[in-house]
């Protein structure tokens, strides 16, 4: 069975931990939650399965498994690096041809074997779109 999202699981984990009850039943922690205690033991069943059978099962038992798998799925999302190009990016370039000049040609011949980085990319996407508005307002 797949466990719940981060997002309703980091909500059980801060009402279990703001509980002041040592034992926390499933029937009480369900009241504390808002949920079905059986909709609820199906869901934490993923953590422990005997969870499901026992009534005077204790929820606190299965927190340190829970705030490990959200810690871990946490630390599994890539965190992506946003590229932005900056006006100080476009100040050595006037226009795309001077771009191409600068960064596909060695001592005026075009150099087939260059390559391109993601900025150098984004900094022409710019220079085109640029390019693009001041046709338009000849028009």
Known sequence: MKPLSLSVLKKYINAINKDKRKVLSLDAFSKVVGVYPDALAEQLSFFDPMLAMSVDY???DILPMMEKYVLEEESKKEKTVRRVVSKK????????QEF???RLTFDGIVD?????????L????K???EELGKRKKKK
Not at 89 to 96: A, G, M, Q, R
């Open 58 to 60: 204790n929820v606190r």
């Open 89 to 96: 990016d476009l100040l050595p370039y006037s226009s795309i």
């Open 100 to 102: 191409i000049y600068d």
């Open 112 to 120: 087939k074997s260059a390559e391109l980085s993601d900025k150098d």
């Open 122 to 125: 984004k900094i022409l996407k």
């Open 127 to 129: 220079l085109i779109n």
